[in-house]
């Protein structure tokens, strides 16, 4: 296809990456509230503070591993290690009882989010060049979304034909994981930052005052958005509320 033609090869293969992770995922998440409400019989109060908490966590996170990827220059083997935290996290689920046990595996399966999203779109970045920045994100987006679509399609499919038996999907949600590892070893290459004028392209500095006003002013806006955003949680409870069933 033309349109890959100009495609680096780090590109294509973190997008397989994030595809196939969203599929292992979202075939957990979609379904997790719906886990938590039926079988746990967790209340929904205490539903959406795992929830909060867990991506909270995730998005301090993300703060911190884009730091340390800058001082250390080295992407890849913290991209690796939070998509290999999330990966044996989920199947953890299966061995829930209690409200507190999803709280301590949600949270640090969100973790390996928070370290790897930040590390993983530098790579991104510093594998492309200015031109094609854009097309190549948007790309990589494009295929995380394909597999977001996947994922509950999968998981939905997997409870009609086993009878709801959720610790055996999130046990099969490993294997797409693992998959995403494998190309993840195999087919990402480590790229050094590049610099413009003998000063690192992507670097990031913790100090609020060193942020540029285009950059804080993207901060308190997307801070505001975040105060009305909530989880794709109660939408699912709502649904279950109302009778639905994934069956």
């Known amino acids: 296809m033309k349109f890959l033609n100009d495609v680096p090869k780090n590109v294509l293969a973190l997008g397989f990456v994030s595809l196939l992770t969203d599929i292992s995922g979202e075939m957990v998440f979609s379904v997790l509230p719906l886990f938590m409400a039926n079988v746990l019989l967790i209340d929904k109060a205490l539903i959406g503070l795992i929830e909060g908490t867990a ?69 991104i970045a510093s594998s492309t060049n200015e031109k094609n920045r854009g097309k190549n994100f948007g790309l990589h987006r494009a295929m995380d979304t394909v597999g977001a679509i996947l994922g509950p399609a999968l998981a939905f499919l997997l409870l009609a034909v086993t009878s709801n038996d959720y610790p055996f999907l999130f046990w099969v949600s490993l294997v797409p994981a693992l998959l995403a590892l494998a190309v993840l070893y195999v087919f990402v ?59």
């Not at 998509?83 to 390996?112: K, N, Q, T």
């Not at 993207?218 to 975040?226: E, N, P, R």
């Open 189 to 247: 290459k480590e790229k050094e930052p590049k610099k413009h004028g003998g000063k690192e392209e992507f670097t990031f500095s913790l100090v609020w005052k060193r942020f540029s006003p285009e950059y804080k002013h993207f901060l308190l806006t997307v801070g505001v958005f975040y105060f009305g955003n909530f989880s794709i949680a109660f939408f699912l409870l709502k649904a279950n509320d109302l009778g639905w069933r994934p069956r």
């Open 55 to 123: 991506h909270s966590g995730a998005n301090v996170v993300k703060l911190f591993s884009g730091y340390w990827s800058d001082k250390l220059r080295r992407r890849k083997s913290l991209v690796f290690a939070g998509y290999l935290l999330s990966a044996v996290m989920r199947p953890f689920f299966a061995f829930a009882s209690f409200w507190h046990e999803v709280l301590f595996v949600r949270v640090v399966e969100r973790l390996g989010k928070g370290i790897r999203d930040a590390p993983r779109d530098a790579l």
